[in-house]
């Protein structure tokens, strides 16, 4: 089945870099888009970014364009979201989903917790 | 596109139904989901296109509309269902997978 687990979360200083990782199995992970959704604490659902199956295509939300980037290793399986910049409102679960095109979100992982602080 | 949900807290017994709107700020045809969303969980997807079920998702829940308005009604109401429910649209180019503001529905 169709498993995402999320890793790379932490404590970082405003300013600072992190980079996240959502681990893939159960699909053929080259065949599909994938996204990254995040939810800050007592917050609603924020789309984050989404990137082509093959990594051609890569969109953001405008909340995080120029600091965030999105890309994916097919031969590991694997999706990354790079943040630069981190401000405190940043502050969020981030959960990677797998997409299935006119189909919503069927599949999330557990997500990891980003925290911006001093 | 703003997806405007309501109301923001449901109050409802056991056993009744509960429904949920979605108002989107422009059309986005039938391109729209449903989450539920539990304390520390990840969401879980209950309706995609706007009334299709999806996978494993029991039959008291089915959704409705087109365009720009939305419902979502939960029938016969387990305590299991009671949760945040969002909607998002997926009709927008270049994408932005909106989002609305989610209906808590509580234990009356």
């Known amino acids: 089945q169709v498993h995402l687990v999320e890793s790379g979360g932490g404590v970082v200083q405003p300013g600072g870099s992190l980079r996240l990782s959502c681990a893939a199995s159960g699909f053929s992970f080259r065949t599909y888009g994938m996204h990254w959704v995040r939810q800050a604490p007592g917050k609603g659902l924020e789309w984050v970014a989404f990137?082509?199956?093959?990594?051609?295509?890569?969109y953001c939300a405008d909340s995080v364009k120029d600091r965030f980037t999105i890309s994916r290793d097919n031969s590991q399986n694997t999706l990354y979201l790079q943040l630069h910049n981190l401000r405190p409102e940043d502050t969020a679960v981030y959960y990677c989903?797998?997409?299935?095109?006119?189909?919503?979100?069927?599949?999330w992982g557990q997500g990891t917790l980003v925290t911006v602080s001093s | 596109i703003v997806m405007t949900q309501s109301p923001a807290t449901l109050s409802v017994f056991p056993g009744e139904g509960a429904t949920l709107s979605c108002r989107a700020s422009?059309?986005?045809?039938?391109?729209l989901a449903w989450y539920q969303q539990t304390p520390g969980q990840a969401p879980r997807l209950l309706i995609y296109?706007?009334?299709t079920r999806a996978l494993g998702i029991p039959a008291r829940f089915s959704g409705s509309g087109s365009g720009t308005e939305f419902t979502l009604i939960i029938s016969n109401l387990q305590s299991e269902d009671f949760a945040v429910y969002y909607c998002?649209?997926?009709?927008?180019?270049?994408?932005?997978?909106?989002f609305g503001q989610g209906t808590k529905l509580e234990i009356k």
């Open positions: 989903a797998k997409d299935s095109p006119g189909s919503g979100f069927a599949y």
């Open positions: 296109g706007a009334s």
């Open positions: 998002q649209q997926y009709n927008d180019w270049p994408p932005t997978y909106t």
């Open positions: 990137i082509r199956y093959d990594g051609n295509e890569l």
């Open positions: 422009q059309s986005v045809s039938s391109n």
